[in-house]
């Protein structure tokens, strides 16, 4: 991953020095800068307080996260043994990848490339794809630390039960457990880069490249199913969230499809599942 990241992102860098030599590029450029990153802050501060908003339909989404992650609490102790057993099992280059993707450097190198090219050669739907995964992975970025400080739950590979909570105990690592960095950064990436198509079979695998780092938690023993559950929907619905805003800042949109979140509700003989259309 950082071998593909680190060239992309030292081209574009390159792209941007060479327009120096016209004024009235840079100029063009340096408004476009200003713009996107006071977009960029706003953007958080506003998914910061969409809660103060909230009506009916924001206080369903909240109980249907409460619903799903405190289901999966109850599910926590056997899988984190499945992922135990099958850990050996999963091919080494899958292992790099779940941890290269959802790392906090590459993520931002990545969404840093996709705004330089952007802005390189002025594609606004561009710019506006990078704004929001810049401003996406910083806003949720910031509140699972905050989230991992506070509630200062034990990881699976502390040897603690999932019930053991440190709270505020920011200095023991193996206290940092809910919710999950990694889940949190990989499926804001996945969410935000599959809205930009229409393909079903193209927004399908991009999901599933954003799910490996999520998945590759549990048998790396660094969360809990429960962690993982919760930062899909933090990732989700940050989002959605900061896109709702960015529609009154950009003329050019990725489509023209309307921004909404639906749920199923899955029940079988031995499972209970969760279907959301984006």
């Given amino acids: 991953m950082k071998s593909f990241l680190t060239p992309l992102l030292l081209c574009c860098t390159i792209c941007v020095m060479g327009q120096k030599a016209q004024k009235d590029s840079i100029e063009t450029r340096w408004s476009m800068v200003k713009y996107d990153f006071s977009n960029i802050f706003k953007g958080i501060g506003y998914s910061y307080t969409r809660p103060l908003h909230w009506q009916g339909k924001q206080w369903n989404n909240v109980a249907v996260t409460a619903l799903f992650t405190g289901g999966s609490y109850l599910f926590d102790n056997p899988t984190d043994d499945y992922m135990s057993e099958i850990k050996d099992d999963i091919p080494q280059f899958v292992s790099d990848y779940g941890f290269e993707f959802g790392s906090p450097n590459n993520n931002f190198m990545l969404t840093g490339a996709v705004y330089l090219t952007g802005l390189v050669i ?88 954003g799910a490996i780092p999520a ?64």
Wanted: charged share 25%; aromatic share 12%; hydrophobic share 35%.
């Fill in 122 to 209: 002025k594609d606004e739907k561009l710019r506006r794809t990078g704004v929001l995964l810049v401003s996406s992975a910083a806003s949720a970025g910031l509140l699972q630390q905050i989230l991992k400080s506070a509630v200062g739950r034990a990881r699976p590979l502390s040897g603690r039960n999932k019930d053991t909570y440190r709270p505020f105990w920011s200095g023991d690592k193996d206290y940092h457990s809910f919710p999950s960095g990694h889940a949190i950064l990989s499926m804001t990436n996945a969410h935000a880069i599959a809205k930009q198509f229409k393909n079903k079979w193209v927004k399908g695998g991009i999901y599933t490249l």
């Fill in 215 to 278: 998945v590759s938690r549990l048998w790396e023993g660094k969360h809990w199913l429960s962690d993982v559950t919760l930062s899909v929907f933090i990732s989700i619905f940050t989002v959605e969230a900061i896109d709702r805003y960015l529609d009154t800042k950009y003329d050019q949109k990725y489509n023209d499809h309307p921004k909404k979140v639906s749920y199923d509700l899955n029940f079988g003989p031995g499972q209970v599942g969760i279907t959301m259309r984006f």
